[in-house]
């Protein structure tokens, strides 16, 4: 693990949990809001084990959890720990796969995050994202108009518990015809015990995390998340 600490009386700690697949950049994509939080005054540690979900003095003492970590897998006991955190009130917040591609077979793992990814079309895809009704003005989301993207386009399946804050439309896929159109849930957020956990479906490529919008809604949804 590596630290930094900045002192103050209301500093927040963060805790960097990244690995898994390095087609999704966990090392690149973390870094940048690593700094991020960093610069936002945040005491941010960086691990690059699931071990980190074991330490309950280290987790009861961390206000967010930003995790990278695509597929790969966690076991029994790292998922209860990092869940019991998560209850007691440690924000947990991703983008993409790192979030809501990891740990496949663990649906401990799945009820607490709120969407699993299933596909996408071959290529990339330019879609549009936008805030969904009665959520333009949302902590995270206010004053983001639509804007598109070029990239992966996930086909999640959501619990509908949670509160999708930003959808797209599902565009047109050979592979899926029947899902063309489908109004799928980007952007949303869930209380879990006394956790916030805030997630996004963007974010495959850093080029990704560069757009103006997603950079915001990121860094919006690790402050929204913190506890």
Same mark, same amino acid.
């Given at each position: 693990?590596?630290?930094?600490?900045?002192?103050?009386?209301?500093?927040?700690?963060?805790?960097?949990?990244?690995?898994?697949?390095?087609?999704?950049?966990?090392?690149?994509?973390?870094?940048?809001?690593?700094?991020?939080?960093?610069?936002?005054?945040?005491?941010?540690?960086?691990?690059?084990?699931?071990?980190?979900?074991?330490?309950?003095?280290?987790?009861?003492?961390?206000?967010?959890?930003?995790?990278?970590? !695509?597929? +790969? *897998?966690?076991?029994?006991?790292?998922?209860?720990?990092?869940?019991?955190? $998560? =209850? %007691?009130?440690? &924000?947990? #917040?991703?983008?993409?796969?790192?979030?809501?591609?990891?740990?496949?077979?663990?649906?401990?793992?799945?009820?607490? !995050?709120? +969407? *699993?990814?299933?596909?996408?079309?071959?290529?990339?895809?330019?879609?549009? $994202? =936008? %805030?969904?009704? &009665?959520? #333009?003005?949302?902590?995270?989301?206010?004053?983001?108009?639509?804007?598109?993207?070029?990239?992966?386009?996930?086909?999640?399946?959501?619990?509908?518990?949670?509160?999708?804050?930003?959808?797209?439309?599902?565009?047109?896929?050979?592979?899926?015809?029947?899902?063309?159109?489908?109004?799928?849930?980007?952007?949303?957020?869930?209380?879990?015990?006394?956790?916030?956990?805030?997630?996004?479906?963007?974010?495959?490529?850093?080029?990704?995390?560069?757009?103006?919008?997603?950079?915001?809604?990121?860094?919006?949804?690790?402050?929204?998340?913190?506890?």
């Amino acid at each position: 693990m590596t630290h930094q600490t900045h002192q103050g009386p209301t500093t927040k700690r963060a805790l960097v949990v990244r690995g898994g697949w390095d087609g999704h950049v966990p090392v690149p994509a973390s870094d940048r809001y690593a700094r991020r939080l960093k610069d936002d005054g945040y005491d941010v540690t960086i691990s690059d084990t699931l071990d980190s979900y074991l330490d309950e003095d280290l987790l009861a003492g961390t206000d967010l959890i930003v995790q990278c970590w !695509t597929m +790969g *897998q966690i076991t029994g006991e790292q998922t209860t720990g990092l869940i019991r955190a $998560v =209850r %007691a009130g440690t &924000g947990f #917040a991703g983008w993409h796969g790192g979030i809501i591609d990891a740990f496949r077979s663990e649906t401990r793992y799945q009820l607490m !995050t709120g +969407g *699993q990814f299933v596909h996408h079309p071959r290529e990339f895809t330019t879609y549009t $994202v =936008r %805030a969904t009704a &009665g959520h #333009a003005e949302h902590p995270i989301m206010a004053g983001i108009r639509p804007f598109t993207v070029t990239t992966e386009q996930y086909y999640l399946h959501v619990d509908p518990a949670v509160e999708a804050i930003a959808v797209t439309d599902y565009a047109e896929d050979p592979d899926t015809p029947e899902l063309a159109g489908v109004v799928m849930p980007v952007t949303w957020t869930r209380q879990w015990g006394a956790g916030r956990v805030f997630v996004t479906a963007v974010g495959h490529r850093m080029s990704d995390l560069e757009v103006p919008e997603v950079d915001q809604m990121i860094r919006r949804g690790l402050a929204w998340a913190t506890r």
